[in-house]
């Protein structure tokens, strides 16, 4: 879907986003320990340009390469018997850019903590006068009965016709045409499935 993200007064420059979406309903274990189950993160990566005279500065990030190791607590969780409050996202510090007040930043929560609701406020409803409608009824649309006659139309399925090249010819339970177009016969692949090679 379309995303929409404001950026501080960024400075000149190349910049990448690496939004990560991370699931932890199998998270319980580690990957490694059980490559059945782990942590499945959902990542995409944004190049942008900013051509702009902005002034802000990134910091150093992290080593992509180097930022996850299959222990870290944000990546071995148990959401269904911990404490959700008690989860930390994996892959470093939050950056120093972001900081309550600046442009496009708001509040950042401390990690683990609950995000807080901006308050606000609701004017109260002011009743208003709707006119009654004066123009007259519409007078009624003629009806007309029109009579539907059924068709028939051949049932799929049967042994009539011949199967194309790839299609399905026969198996157990298969009750198609048999016969294949030309040029190609009837291979059984094994007892539920035959196809036209």
């Given at each position: 879907?379309?995303?929409?993200?404001?950026?501080?007064?960024?400075?000149?420059g190349e910049y990448l986003f690496r939004p990560e979406l991370v699931t932890l309903h199998e998270a319980d274990t580690a990957f490694n320990v059980n490559s059945a189950r782990g942590v499945q993160l959902y990542m995409e990566c944004i190049q942008f340009?900013?051509?702009?005279?902005?002034?802000?500065?990134?910091?150093?990030?992290?080593?992509?390469?180097?930022?996850?190791?299959?222990?870290?607590?944000?990546?071995?969780?148990?959401?269904?018997?911990?404490?959700?409050?008690?989860?930390?996202?994996?892959?470093?510090?939050?950056?120093?850019?972001?900081?309550?007040?600046?442009?496009?930043?708001?509040?950042?929560?401390?990690?683990?903590?609950?995000?807080?609701?901006?308050?606000?406020?609701?004017?109260?409803?002011?009743?208003?006068?709707?006119?009654?409608?004066?123009?007259?009824?519409?007078?009624?649309?003629?009806?007309?009965?029109?009579?539907?006659?059924?068709?028939?139309?051949?049932?799929?399925?049967?042994?009539?016709?011949?199967?194309?090249?790839?299609?399905?010819?026969?198996?157990?339970?298969?009750?198609?045409?048999?016969?294949?177009?030309?040029?190609?016969?009837?291979?059984?692949?094994?007892?539920?499935?035959?196809?036209?090679?």
């Amino acid at each position: 879907g379309h995303i929409t993200i404001t950026v501080p007064d960024l400075a000149t420059g190349e910049y990448l986003f690496r939004p990560e979406l991370v699931t932890l309903h199998e998270a319980d274990t580690a990957f490694n320990v059980n490559s059945a189950r782990g942590v499945q993160l959902y990542m995409e990566c944004i190049q942008f340009k900013v051509t702009s005279s902005g002034s802000v500065k990134l910091p150093a990030g992290i080593d992509l390469k180097k930022s996850y190791t299959y222990s870290d607590k944000g990546l071995v969780f148990n959401l269904y018997s911990s404490d959700a409050k008690s989860y930390v996202a994996p892959g470093g510090a939050v950056s120093s850019i972001a900081v309550a007040g600046q442009l496009g930043i708001g509040p950042v929560p401390a990690a683990g903590s609950k995000p807080t609701t901006p308050q606000t406020s609701v004017a109260s409803p002011k009743p208003t006068t709707v006119a009654q409608p004066t123009t007259a009824a519409a007078s009624p649309t003629k009806m007309t009965t029109v009579t539907l006659k059924p068709t028939t139309t051949a049932a799929p399925g049967g042994s009539a016709g011949t199967v194309a090249k790839y299609g399905q010819c026969g198996g157990q339970g298969y009750t198609g045409a048999t016969q294949c177009a030309s040029g190609s016969t009837c291979k059984v692949n094994n007892e539920w499935y035959s196809q036209c090679l």
